[in-house]
């Protein structure tokens, strides 16, 4: 199988920092992304990797290690409205759009 | 540019009937996928069409279809619903070839009852 694993939830206060682990399968791996989902709302992009290291984007980090199949999202600077659910995606394959969504981790900041 | 457009957004339907739900994705945008997303499962994929043409399909019954027109918009099919079919059904749209990132739809959420 193609099992994405990531924490159910986590709990942060406000103007912290956050990390969210992901791990997946290896093979035929093509790229991952994270998505965030608020409520009722549809899920939008928050990073891709498809190479290994870190990419930065303003107070959200991705981190993608492919021979150990991890990556993390890390938040920083914490604020109310990032309560949301994150879930990570892997791509596998060529030649195709198909995405295998982790069960999501549902992110509580508290004041 | 308007993004993903899914309708109806919401729907209630009986077991047994059966039901119809469309995507129009971003403008030039050819590859659209569907997804089911239920609380205990989160996201799964259902199918993804490039150019009017299924692409791959994920792991459900045979009562689950779709299709893509040549406008690129999409439509999936549940027949014989049941009430585990309830779920919000996202639609993302993608530039062919793009590493970037798939846009959703805001889904519609179905429930059968």
């Known amino acids: 199988g193609q099992n994405i694993d990531q924490p159910t939830e986590m709990t942060a206060t406000e103007g912290a920092i956050v990390q969210i682990n992901c791990t997946y399968q290896?093979?035929?791996?093509?790229?991952l992304f994270w998505y965030q989902q608020h409520a009722g709302e549809a899920p939008t992009f928050l990073s891709y990797n498809v190479l290994d290291g870190l990419e930065e984007k303003g107070r959200f980090s991705s981190f993608l290690s492919r021979s150990k199949g991890y990556s993390y999202l890390l938040l920083k600077e914490l604020q109310m409205k990032d309560s949301a659910s994150y879930l990570c995606?892997?791509?596998?394959?060529?030649?195709?759009?198909?995405?295998?969504f982790g069960t999501g981790t549902l992110l509580a900041v508290q004041p | 540019k308007a993004g993903v457009t899914q309708t109806p957004r919401y729907l209630i339907k009986t077991r047994g009937q059966q039901v119809t739900l469309s995507c129009s994705p971003i403008s030039g945008h050819r590859s659209v996928s569907w997804y089911q997303q239920t609380p205990g499962q989160g996201l799964q994929f259902l199918f993804e069409?490039?150019?009017?043409?299924?692409?791959n399909k994920g792991n459900f019954p045979g009562r689950f279809s779709g299709r893509q027109f040549s406008n690129s918009r999409s439509e999936m099919n549940v027949s014989t619903l049941e009430l585990g079919d309830s779920a919000l059904y996202l639609c993302?749209?993608?530039?062919?070839?793009?590493?970037?990132?798939?846009?959703f739809g805001q889904g519609t959420r179905l429930t059968v009852v």
């Open positions: 069409y490039f150019s009017e043409t299924q692409r």
């Open positions: 290896t093979s035929g791996f093509n790229g």
């Open positions: 995606a892997v791509k596998y394959g060529g030649a195709t759009n198909k995405l295998i």
């Open positions: 993302a749209s993608r530039l062919q070839g793009a590493q970037g990132e798939a846009f």
